[in-house]
């Protein structure tokens, strides 16, 4: 069935380049997205990018999008602590809705 | 007022209690949504309405229902809540283009005792 994968954690410090991985299955994808979901809060729409794209950049973050592996990542520049937090990526189902990954643990050290 | 507003935004009840968790939205959008997220597991789907006349089972619809009132508002409900049903459940809703993602709301956690 569908999945979409993600490592569960990733610590960095502070001031350090953050990179989240990401594989989905659906090759039909339209759109990729990175949700942030912060202690106790909702989820927040943080970019995402049109499948027939390579690459986005949006101030700190940059997505690289491999259609060929079916390869997603974030990476976030000058990581702070207050990118502590879980990132989910998901893939829009044709027809249906986002799928999501079970989420990547942040942790930013000072 | 958000965008997506869900009530109650924390509820204890007990097992065999039937519960309803209410949603509404003011972005005037037809497609709703109802997710649960369980530590480790991510959000799982559990309904989708793409309009007020269309509702569809996701992932794990077993032991919910929903109820599309109108274009505002998605309501679920545990016609018997068990213990495993505690979770935090979240409400979106999209415009379906795709271009904009979903808006989700604050969310509602659920413990059933």
């Known amino acids: 069935g569908e999945d979409v994968e993600q490592s569960l954690f990733l610590s960095v410090r502070e001031g350090d380049s953050s990179v989240i991985n990401c594989t989905y299955t659906?090759?039909?994808?339209?759109?990729l997205y990175w949700y942030k979901q912060e202690p106790g809060a909702g989820l927040q729409l943080l970019t995402y990018i049109f499948s027939n794209m390579d690459m986005k950049q949006d101030q700190r973050l940059t997505v690289l999008l491999n259609k060929k592996d079916k390869h997603l990542s974030l990476r976030i520049a000058d990581t702070q602590t207050g990118d502590s937090a879980i990132y989910f990526c998901a893939e829009s189902m044709s027809g249906t809705a986002l799928i999501f990954g079970k989420g990547t643990t942040l942790s930013v050290s000072s | 007022d958000a965008d997506v507003t869900q009530t109650p935004r924390n509820r204890i009840t007990k097992t065999g209690k039937r519960i309803m968790l209410e949603c509404s939205q003011t972005?005037?959008?037809?497609?709703m949504y109802w997710y649960r997220q369980d530590p480790g597991l991510g959000l799982r789907l559990i309904y989708y309405s793409f309009d007020v006349k269309d509702i569809n089972k996701g992932e794990i619809s077993d032991g919910y229902s929903v109820s599309r009132q109108a274009q505002a508002k998605f309501s679920l409900s545990l016609e018997s809540a068990i213990p495993n049903q505690t979770a935090l459940y979240f409400c979106a809703t999209s415009d379906g283009t795709g271009n904009y993602g979903y808006t989700f709301g604050s969310g509602t956690r659920l413990t059933v005792v």
């Open positions: 659906d090759s039909s994808s339209t759109y």
């Open positions: 972005k005037g959008h037809d497609r």
